[in-house]
């Protein structure tokens, strides 16, 4: 077994003391990393990409039979085996050598879309679901995101940062290493506040690289039914220069949909975000030709999410523009929506990211192995198009893609080496089971099950 390996397993309990955890994690030492006997690595970059639009996600590079060296938390190099002189010689008592005994390393996947800090769960309504309620009655039932607030509202910092590293701890297993998270839960100042002070205390902790987005708008809380104006008012003239002045917010969301937020709503709360330096990143197209996506490209919004609901004039909008369409397969299978047209948008030259929306509302489960084969049996991407939408194009969606989300020499060492699979497409193909063996994140191995 490796030396200094923690193992992360049996949460949530084992996360339920969030010190000791962190105590843990920083005690494994910062060591240099040789893997090697890799037998694909997948997602390398020779030249880094921002992105990848159109046919080029079709494409993803790779190397067989080769190593990686990880040097000082970054990617050193990586070849074909053997490995030549001038890295062997690196091979000091500062670094540990893995041998992937023929396994596959890939980049971790970026999760670009969650909510996953949350109080307790709501399989409640999963009920009502089963029972034929939509989405929508649900909520108008007290159900939904208000029930969730409520919850939130009972719920002590200190209960829903437990929980939330639990989940962190979840994910990681599950291969992620970079992920976003938003606030919403609050639907007022203090509790909005206390959402996002969990975030900064799970940036400070965890491994996993965290972005931090305000999602102020995201229902219209009880106090305020008929008065959405008012709701909207207190959004952008309190709760955003609060978040602004503790920088608790690096991007500004909102729900933009029938029965949620208006386009004149979001315009306004994103041009006071955008003011106070937080660039915007909406929930759009969900559950209607909203007009969210054209609103979002027009603050030049970094992502818009969701996009059930997108048709040609969309398509159009989204060309030539800075916003990446992000699909979120988990909420539209768990809700049993509409599938986004991916294949559409591919062939009209877009690109695509894909992300979990990790929520106790529409997508219990952050597991992006999930995500990617819900890409191909739902959306019909190939293996390499859903390998991209989840690694280089959610980490655009983060403005992360410059240090994550392929293999390329200075990137931050955040890899996993798979079980033993045959292909990469295994990886989509063999739903349902976790593929992820060892987890290296800011070149430190978090995880590992057997080698
Ligand atoms: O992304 N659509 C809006 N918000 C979340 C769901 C939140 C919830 O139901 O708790 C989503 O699906
Ligand atoms: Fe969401």
């Known amino acids: 077994m490796l030396q200094g390996v923690i193992f992360i397993k049996n949460f949530p309990d084992d996360a339920a003391n969030g010190d000791l955890w962190l105590l843990s994690y920083h005690k494994i030492s910062s060591m240099n990393i040789l893997i090697k006997n890799i037998k694909e690595l997948v997602q390398i970059e020779e030249t880094p990409q921002k992105m990848v639009a159109g046919k080029a996600m079709s494409v993803i590079g790779t190397l067989a039979n080769s190593w990686l060296f990880i040097e000082e938390g970054r990617i050193g190099d990586f070849g074909m085996m053997p490995i030549p002189e001038s890295i062997l010689m690196k091979q000091d008592e500062n670094c540990r050598v893995i041998d992937a005994e023929n396994r596959m390393v890939f980049p971790s996947f970026c999760d670009s879309h969650t909510h996953l ?7 409640i309504e999963y009920i009502d679901k089963i029972s034929g309620l939509s989405y929508e009655e649900i909520a108008e039932r007290g159900g939904g995101i208000l029930n969730s607030a409520k919850r939130l509202h009972n719920a002590s910092e200190d209960e829903l940062f437990e929980q939330a590293l639990g989940r962190l701890d979840e994910i990681i297993c599950f291969g992620t290493g970079a992920v976003e998270i938003k606030s919403g839960y609050g639907l007022n100042l203090e509790d909005e506040l206390k959402m996002l002070r969990v975030i900064r205390k799970l940036q400070r902790v965890s491994p996993v690289k965290i972005v931090p987005t305000f999602l102020g708008a995201h229902a ?11 709701f909207v008012d207190m959004v952008v003239q309190e709760m955003i220069p609060a978040v602004a002045a503790e920088q608790l917010a690096d991007f500004i969301d909102v729900f933009c949909d029938r029965g949620f937020f208006t386009v004149d709503e979001t315009s306004r ?7 106070y330096g937080m660039r915007a990143k909406i929930h759009a197209n969900e559950l209607d030709y909203s007009g969210g996506i054209q609103v979002g490209v027009r603050h030049n919004a970094l992502s818009v999410d969701h996009l059930e609901y997108t048709g ?10 800075e916003t990446m369409p992000t699909v979120l397969p988990g909420a539209a299978f768990f809700l049993e929506m509409v599938c986004s047209p991916v294949r559409r948008m591919i062939s009209a030259g877009l690109p695509v990211a894909m992300a979990s929306d990790f929520n106790p509302g529409s997508s219990p489960s952050g597991n992006m192995q999930f995500i990617l084969s819900l890409a191909c049996i739902k959306y019909r991407m190939l293996p390499e198009e859903a390998i991209n939408a989840v690694t280089i194009n959610s980490a655009y969606a983060m403005g992360l893609s410059r240090d994550y989300g392929s293999i390329a020499r ?4 955040n890899v996993f080496i798979t079980t033993p699979i045959p292909t990469y497409s295994f990886m989509p193909y063999a739903y349902g089971s976790n593929k992820v063996s060892t987890v290296i994140l800011n070149g430190k191995v978090i995880r590992t099950d057997s080698l």
Not at 117 to 123: D, F, L, P, T, W
Not at 220 to 230: A, E, F, L, R, S
Not at 410 to 413: C, E, S, T
Request: proline share 3%.
């Open 312 to 321: 040609e004039e969309e398509i159009e909008v989204l060309l030539n523009t």
């Open 117 to 123: 800090v949350y109080a307790g769960s709501r399989e």
């Open 220 to 230: 219209v809380p009880t106090g305020y039914k008929g008065k959405q104006d008012q």
């Open 269 to 275: 709360i994103l041009e006071t975000g955008s003011k």
């Open 410 to 413: 200075g990137k931050v060492a």
